[in-house]
């Protein structure tokens, strides 16, 4: 019985291993989304080669509804309207996975602070 109890412990350490592995994988693309600001400045966008139908990549300044800053670069298909604000969807590993324009009005007020009020 000593013989055999090692090829089933491998076993089982490679089937944590895996789920370990599947659970990472699955919070890094599924994981819970996060919620940045941030405002448009053309100034701060550069062409790229075009990669499933992306052609620009902003590197801009962003803020959570805290306030607190941070930097961001996420690609899109076309130049977005300059001073422009865009609540932009994160993940964790993936970052930005969507955006969508807000008004200042629906704006938490200290990302409205962060970001000036245009």
């Known amino acids: 019985m000593h013989g055999r109890s090692k090829p089933l ?5 490679a089937a944590v291993i895996v789920a370990a592995l599947a659970s990472a994988a699955g919070w890094a693309f599924y994981g819970e989304s996060g919620r940045i ?5 053309n100034a701060q966008v550069s ?9 620009y990549e902003y590197q801009l300044e962003a803020v ?3 306030g607190t800053r941070s ?10 309207r300059d001073g422009a604000y865009l609540e932009l969807e994160t993940k964790p590993l993936r970052g930005v996975v969507a955006w969508e324009e807000r008004t200042p009005e629906e704006l938490p007020s200290a990302v ?3 970001l000036g009020k245009g």
């Open 37 to 41: 600001y941030t405002r448009i400045d």
């Open 9 to 13: 412990i491998a076993l089982v350490i």
């Open 64 to 66: 959570d509804t805290n």
């Open 47 to 55: 062409p790229i080669e075009p990669r499933a139908g992306m052609k």
């Open 71 to 80: 930097e961001v670069s996420f690609q899109t298909e076309r130049e977005l």
């Open 112 to 114: 409205l602070d962060a």
